[in-house]
């Protein structure tokens, strides 16, 4: 199987090592396929760590890199003066170029990330954004049984989403047990892949007292009803059960497990890019 794509923050990763470049989108004008504050790392033998655009891009930034010189903003595309360098949406972006960024607070930016904190890395003159801000890599916790457990895990996995997957022949679970010695936090999405529904009370008394940012449970209309009516008479005030995404996923009525996981963890992705600080 071929490694999972870079993420979000692996050039910022990257940067953390002497001798690599470190590129950044500061300016969208128009139409483009990355969002504002993305980002390339270049590294002293002209490889690099992250995407931008189909390469092309990539290897102008890797020639500037290579050049040395002093931090600078480059236009790119409509607007810029490499009449001879377009890019193929018919936009304009403004990069900052860094051969040599600053390691100790891009390694401190990590050692939040790795915290699950949010964080920012100012940028230096000339850029147009004074702040890169990072937000927590997305984490599933997942809990449930049998193929549609697996399919989910095995899909992110695949994806290079961090997954903590429990099944009900776990050790450590139990009919009726609050998982507390687990945590969720504001960039986690807790999902329950369940055909037993009475796995699932203990569960989401857990989990609707975090705050993650997404709780999902597999199951039918008549589940659905069961599981709303049981929460509210263990107290919890409707507006906290409707949290609890059900059906799941943006196809609604998936009937195979690897389906179902794709759909989930499609409808997951985006909650989750909605959430991010340059996503737009």
């Known amino acids: 199987m071929s ?19 470190l590129c950044t989108i500061v ?39 290579a050049s040395g010189g002093d931090r600078r903003v480059i236009r790119y595309g409509a607007g810029s ?7 193929p949406c018919g936009g304009g972006l403004d990069i900052l170029i860094d051969p040599a960024p600053d390691r100790a607070a891009c390694r401190a ?12 890395l100012a940028l230096p003159r000339p850029s147009l954004l004074a702040t890169r801000r990072y937000v927590p890599e997305l984490r599933l916790v997942l809990f449930g049984e049998g193929p549609e457990l697996a399919a989910m895990a095995h899909v992110a996995q695949a994806a290079g989403i961090a997954v903590e997957a429990h099944s009900r022949d776990d ?44 709780i999902g449970a597999q199951g039918g209309a ?9 929460l509210l008479d263990l107290g919890f005030a409707p507006e906290q059960v409707s949290r609890i995404a059900s059906p799941i996923g943006t196809v609604k009525h998936s009937r195979e497990p690897l389906a179902l996981a794709l759909s989930a963890l499609a409808g997951i992705a985006g909650e989750y890019e909605l959430r991010h600080p ?3």
């Open 109 to 120: 930016v990590v050692a939040q990330l790795e915290a699950r904190e949010e964080a920012r």
């Open 171 to 214: 050790t450590d679970m139990a009919l009726g047990r609050v998982p507390d010695h687990l945590s969720a936090d504001r960039w986690t999405a807790v999902v329950l892949l369940f055909h037993d529904h009475e796995w699932e009370r203990a569960i989401l008394q857990w989990a609707l007292t975090t705050p993650a940012f997404l």
């Open 222 to 230: 008549p589940a659905r009803a069961q599981r709303e009516a049981q």
């Open 81 to 87: 003066p490499k009449i001879d360098f377009r890019l």
């Open 278 to 280: 340059h996503h737009a």
């Open 3 to 21: 490694a999972p794509l870079a993420g979000d923050q692996a050039a910022l990763r990257a940067a953390c090592q002497d001798g690599t470049g």
């Open 27 to 65: 300016n969208i004008e128009g139409s483009f396929s990355r969002r504002l504050g993305a980002q390339l790392a270049v590294h002293a033998d002209g490889s690099v760590t992250g995407s931008l655009a189909d390469g092309c891009l990539e290897k102008e930034l890797a020639r500037e890199i």
